[in-house]
């Protein structure tokens, strides 16, 4: 979906997000770069490209990345190779690993700042959440880049998933996060708002509030 007038009816309940496996064009990138990249990385080099951009481009501030499954299609690939063929090429292993959607939209971007790569357990979005902003809210950082990211499940995988993290598909965001109200803040003041609610959920809180 494109146009911020789209994804506030989303928000409002008008419109729904269909499970499929686009993924999103990527023309500011060469194009050696993004040949090989999965949905999720595609999704997450968008996402914290755009929201750079409307924050007026500044490349040191550090991201965190928060995704329930990460690169999952890729990971069942490799899996795949390694029953069938009992080896893997490294290029395919070093595109699997969790943290690669935001190290490739670091690279893609010119972020020089750090980042990390959040896991939350259960399920929780909001485990995640208070761990992604914990430079902010202990002080040590004014700012932090939120960034939220899954792919779609693939079908063998389907029937196993532990937990129903409330996604309705391939969903990836990404939102300046900081205390002070002169940032540019789309985060909720309140923490405790987040609880409870699933990534998709708290997406919709967000564009409702802005």
Request: with cysteine; proline share 4%; hydrophobic share 40%.
């Given at each position: 979906m494109?146009?911020?007038?789209?994804w506030h009816e989303w928000a409002?309940?008008?419109?729904?997000?269909?499970a499929g496996p686009e993924s999103p064009a990527l023309d500011f990138t060469p194009p050696l770069f993004r040949r090989?990249?999965?949905?999720?990385?595609?999704?997450t080099v968008r996402v914290v490209h755009?929201?750079?951009?409307?924050?007026?481009?500044c490349r040191d501030i550090p991201q965190s990345f928060v995704s329930f499954r990460g690169e999952l299609a890729r990971q069942f690939s490799v899996d795949m190779t390694l029953i069938t063929e009992l080896s893997v090429l490294p290029a395919a292993f070093s595109l699997s690993v969790f943290n690669a959607p935001i190290a490739l939209a670091a690279i893609a971007c010119g972020l020089k700042g750090s980042y990390s790569a959040i896991f939350p357990p259960e399920?929780?979005?909001?485990?995640?959440?208070?761990?992604?902003?914990?430079p902010v809210l202990c002080g040590d950082e004014p700012q932090v880049l939120l960034v939220y990211g899954d792919e779609l499940v693939p079908e063998e995988y389907r029937d196993i998933c532990r937990h129903d993290c409330g996604t309705c598909g391939p969903l990836a965001f990404a939102s300046l996060a900081s205390l002070s109200r002169s940032e540019q803040c789309?985060?909720?003041c309140r923490i405790e708002a987040v609880q409870g609610?699933?990534?998709?959920?708290?997406?919709?809180?967000?564009l409702l509030e802005a």
């Open positions: 494109e146009g911020a007038d789209i409002l309940g008008k419109r729904q997000l269909v090989r990249l999965s949905q999720l990385s595609r999704m755009d929201a750079l951009e409307n924050a007026g481009g399920g929780c979005f909001y485990d995640g959440f208070v761990t992604a902003l914990a789309r985060i909720p609610l699933s990534p998709d959920g708290f997406l919709k809180r967000l």
